[in-house]
């Protein structure tokens, strides 16, 4: 049963805007009052079989309804298959799995399962399937509902609740988003709990994705909506302010953060500060004016960096996972690791073959050599088609993915590998520049001795070259493990081949490779 024309309709209060609902009678009070269930841009309502996207009503067949209400009866459960069949199809006997992942599919491609950033529906392997967004329950208000003076028998309707207006100038994500479920529900949680928090990672990790798929999950949860902030295009620390008020809309008047404090002082806003490490300083000071003088904003910030203010609770974005080392797995558990999904998502974009099995035990080697990092991994992806994957597994052990070039769409930083990791070497100072290069050399883990071995200068202090590797840590080009009782570090391997290559530029190398080698 797909949507039906109705000769009456009701106004829905909806976060996102006035819809307008068909029912298909003529009791107008019917809708008022049932309790609703808000995900992300969605209102469902289940007793009338009604789903909203944005206010807008969506089409959606009574199997697909089925599905999905019985899965957002019980979120983050799994429902087995075999309840499933028997929910939706309680009388037959013959209906098969395959029935049921067919619907499963068109219930995902009506709620763009995926193509936003977030995901909804998930397939547990071997089990069945459940819900995972995060869900709010509300009521809606009688009071919405009134009877028009026009009709004798009070069954056309009229909006008697006005709705505020609403910010959401979010980015559109073109593609799906892989292996970031998990991590979305809980920094959605997280935010209902801590007013600030800062999403940290290496260039290229998804950082932005995340925090827009995040932002699209919580629609709901600010009446007056989202805020996006690009930081990256501003180029000086004193125009923090004036990119804030002009994505809000607000005059720049010579009292800026005052207007800025007192346009969002009574607003239920989330604002999301993108792309903050070039201008970190500035940014913390303008979040922390922002919680102190508007109670009822939060912040969500990206940086390649913690932004270190007060309040702020930091997520640090790992790597997709991949498969480990020599892994001899069946197609579809290789499948199953998104950093896979990702590069075979990506390859598919570009030629409709399809990968053999061997070939993707290569795509596992070559998403464990660019260590799980998204950007990395598309980048590379799209070479799949011209190169084949044998002849571009063997590219990359010469260094070769720091020159592929990515999407000419896509911001400068982001065009090639070695442009990302440049915007993070130029935020560096000297000391922080020279210490990564030459910790280049270690192939694998270090611990602070050896660091101090091979890095410092005469004049230099234990001291000060464990406060350079802190920095390059904080900022997402240095892993450190602190479980044991000594500490230990190492280089990603991206980070370093590019450290490597500014090695080779300075004119240190010979040096460096023998006080490595006397260690």
């Known amino acids: 049963m797909g949507w039906q024309t109705a000769s009456h309709a009701v106004w829905s209060e909806h976060p996102l805007g006035r819809a307008k609902v068909s029912t298909g009678h003529d009791d107008s009070r019917a809708f008022a009052g ?109 009071r919405a509902v009134s009877r028009s003076p026009h009709s004798s028998s009070g069954t056309a309707l009229s909006e008697t609740v006005q709705q505020p207006t609403r910010m959401n100038d979010l980015p559109v994500l073109l593609t799906p988003v892989f292996g970031r479920a998990q991590a979305i529900h809980m920094l959605a949680a997280r935010l209902s709990k801590h007013r600030f928090v800062t999403i940290t990672g290496p260039g290229g990790g998804g950082k932005t994705t995340l925090a827009v798929s995040v932002a699209v999950t919580l629609a709901s949860a600010y009446p007056q909506g989202i805020c996006f902030v ?72 990206t940086s390649r960096e913690p932004l270190q203010a007060a309040g702020e609770s930091i997520y640090r974005l790992p790597p997709l996972e991949v498969p480990p080392a020599q892994l001899q797995a069946p197609r579809e558990t290789l499948l199953d690791f998104p950093a896979i999904r990702l590069f075979t998502e990506r390859a598919g974009m570009y030629s409709d073959s399809k990968l053999h099995d061997a070939e993707l035990l290569l795509v596992a080697n070559i998403c464990r050599q660019l260590g799980g990092n998204p950007l990395a991994i598309e980048i590379t992806a799209a070479y799949a088609s011209l190169m084949g994957v044998r002849a571009l597994a063997a590219s ?18 982001q065009r090639t590998l070695r442009a990302t990791l440049d915007w993070s070497y130029d935020l560096l100072s000297p000391s922080q520049q020279l210490t990564f290069r030459r910790l280049s050399v270690f192939v694998g883990s270090f611990d602070l001795e050896c660091a101090v071995a091979v890095v410092a200068e005469e004049n230099q202090t234990v001291s000060e070259v464990l406060e350079c590797l802190t920095d390059l840590t904080r900022k997402s080009l240095v892993i450190a493990d602190t479980a044991r009782q000594k500490a230990l570090y190492r280089l990603p391997d991206l980070p370093r081949a590019f450290a490597r290559e500014k090695l080779g530029l300075s004119g240190e190398l010979a040096m460096i490779n023998r006080r490595h080698a006397q260690m």
């Open 230 to 301: 690009d930081l990256a295009s501003v180029t000086e620390p004193r125009l923090v302010p004036g990119a804030l008020a002009s994505a809000l809309g607000v005059a720049a008047l010579s009292h800026l953060l005052p207007n800025i404090l007192s346009f969002l002082s009574k607003k239920s806003v989330l604002l999301v500060l993108d792309n903050c490490e070039h201008v970190i300083e500035a940014a913390a000071q303008l979040a922390a004016r922002v919680l102190n003088g508007a109670r009822d904003v939060h912040i969500l910030a």
């Open 34 to 142: 049932k309790e609703l269930l808000a995900f992300g841009p969605f209102l469902l309502n289940s007793a009338r079989r009604v789903l909203l996207r944005d206010g807008e009503p969506v089409r959606v067949g009574a199997r697909a309804m089925e599905i999905l209400i019985a899965l957002t009866e019980r979120p983050g459960v799994t429902l087995g298959k075999r309840e499933l069949l028997g929910r939706v199809w309680p009388d037959s006997t013959t209906i098969q799995e395959s029935t049921l992942r067919v619907y499963i599919s068109q219930l995902r491609k009506i709620l763009r399962d995926g193509e936003t950033g977030v995901e909804y529906v998930q397939n547990v392997t071997g089990r069945g399937y459940r819900f995972i967004a995060l869900t709010t329950r509300r009521d809606t208000p009688a």
């Open 396 to 413: 990359l052990r010469n260094d070769h993915y720091l020159s592929i070039n990515g999407l000419r769409t896509a911001v400068s930083r």
